[in-house]
């Protein structure tokens, strides 16, 4: 192989196939580990938690290696997930070659590769949700003609030991600079590795939370990522929570994307955003205004929301997050520019293509192609999310819209170009409908419109069954009356899910 490469990029695996990841084979991954004196191999995978797993291997022969790569390996399924008995539950984790990457944290050269999950029969697990969501978008586009690209906007804490110098206005911390925030390296750190692994940044900040108590200090941040598809978008989403928590652990600090700290600070969510596609052409809008098919996409969403909690909001905290008067929604609405909304649709640079020009005199006029830049933005869910599963479900919601008899009525309906928390517009915050208030209200509304899940046979029955009872387990029906005012019960609360997801 040349040493020329005329394919540039920070993912070391890219530049030395000189190819884009899409197109990664078996013998490029062999070739890449031969050459590269690579040593390690390990087989990562998502469990029902949500975590990365991982399966190391030593690489003890050209043979050895191309066994692994060729038949996948076998894993206990059960201990995985819940839904899944022990008497049945042996599963194969088949690599995907185009995740590839080289690890950034391992001493010795060492090359990771996501899994998918296979049944005994050699089939995509059918209840798996990385399959699940895979079967959803297929399902979108072979029922409507339309597709859906995804990123999600991630936002997490750093809790460290408590420093006094350079303090930031508490809840004033947006896009606040060092050394009013002490842990911007960090978050530039992790947002290197995550592109030499393969993730697709747009850029990153601090966010509003900042506060401390008498031992700790507590800071926001966010990173937000490039739209792709929903395969690639779930996986550097997930990607991405195992290298803050892997740089976080290196630098002696916690980081937790839990949706709520304590009570009276900002939560923090997982926004995910959305552009649907056609013929490969993004179709958000149409004339400078929300298209046809998004407003049908938005009202479908809009309709099974409650039921999308369950797979967005998983833990009794997330109902602490989803409070009425703060920019966490809880009406089931949408708007333009309005962070109250359920589902907001931000600037989309629509007319305002020569500020440049404006701003920089010297500069040419130029013609740009803005037309992949406009998305919406589904704002409830938050760090605890399965995320497979959640953006599953935003795919049936599509497909559901886009079926709807009445979409457009219901895109109308739900429409809101006012701050619905304000007492003068009380009443048209009454006539929405009302997101979940706990993990049991989420469980009986999937419950309630399972029917929408199951069509086409995306979502399993037993897998609803399994969510469900995982979260009516929890009995948190009034949780959050019963401990308001209560911090020490609060905290105690807070601390069991600091690590969600």
């Not at 030395?16 to 197109?23: E, R, T």
């Not at 596609?277 to 409650?306: C, F, H, W, Y």
């Amino acid at each position: 192989m040349s040493n020329k490469k005329d394919l540039k990029n920070v993912n070391p695996l890219v530049s030395w196939l000189n190819k884009p990841s899409s197109d990664f084979t078996k013998n490029d991954i062999i070739s890449y580990i031969e050459s590269n004196d690579i040593r390690t191999l390990n087989f990562r995978y998502v469990g029902g938690d949500g975590r990365l797993k991982v399966l190391n291997f030593v690489i003890e022969s050209r043979d050895h290696l191309e066994n692994i790569l060729s038949t996948g390996e076998r894993v206990d399924g059960s201990s995985l997930f819940s839904f899944l008995e022990a008497g049945s539950s042996d599963l194969y984790v088949i690599p995907r070659f185009r995740t590839a990457f080289l690890n950034p944290f391992a001493e010795i050269p060492t090359l990771d590769i996501l899994c998918s999950y296979y049944d005994k029969d050699g089939n995509p697990l059918a209840s798996s949700p990385g399959n699940i969501m895979r079967k959803a978008h297929q399902a979108l586009v072979d029922n409507t003609g339309y597709g859906l690209d995804v990123m999600g906007e991630i936002e997490y804490y750093i809790i460290s030991e408590r420093d006094d110098l350079y303090r930031a206005t508490d809840q004033r911390g947006y896009h606040e600079s060092a050394p009013f925030v002490k842990w911007e390296q960090l978050r530039i750190d992790a947002m290197h590795a995550m592109a030499q692994i393969g993730c697709e940044i747009k850029y990153s900040h601090s966010e509003v939370g900042n506060f401390s108590d008498d031992e700790y200090e507590y800071e926001q941040n966010e990173i937000e990522f490039q739209t792709t598809s929903v395969e690639a978008a779930a996986d550097q989403l997930i990607l991405a929570k195992w290298i803050l928590r892997e740089i976080a652990y290196q630098y002696d600090v916690t980081v937790s994307f839990a949706p709520k700290i304590t009570a009276g600070k900002a939560g923090s969510g997982m926004h995910i955003h959305m552009r649907p596609m056609k013929e490969g052409k993004n179709v958000t809008l149409e004339n400078g205004q929300i298209s046809e098919p998004s407003r049908k996409i938005i009202a479908g969403i809009l309709d099974i929301a409650p039921a999308l909690s369950a797979f967005g909001n998983t833990i009794p905290t997330s109902y602490f997050r989803l409070v009425p008067n703060q920019e966490a929604p809880t009406n089931v609405c949408w708007g333009e520019r309005n962070r109250s909304a359920l589902i907001r649709v931000p600037l989309g640079w629509v007319g305002a293509t020569d500020m440049i020009k404006k701003e920089n005199p010297l500069e040419k006029e130029q013609s740009l192609n803005l037309a992949d830049k406009p998305t919406f933005e589904f704002r409830c869910p938050d760090g605890s999310a399965d995320i497979y599963l959640l953006i599953a479900g935003l795919c049936v919601g599509a497909r559901h819209g886009l079926e709807m008899p009445k979409a457009l009525e219901l895109a109308e309906k739900t429409y809101i170009d006012v701050n619905i928390f304000a007492e003068e517009h009380k009443k048209r915050q009454q006539q929405l409908a009302q997101l979940p208030y706990s993990c049991k209200k989420a469980a009986s509304c999937l419950r309630q419109q399972a029917g929408v899940f199951k069509e086409h046979g995306v979502f399993t029955n037993r897998l609803i069954e399994g969510i469900a009872k995982e979260l009516e387990d929890y009995n948190d029906e009034n949780l959050r009356e019963k401990l308001e005012g209560n911090h020490e019960a609060t905290m105690k609360l807070v601390r069991k899910f600091l690590h969600c997801g």
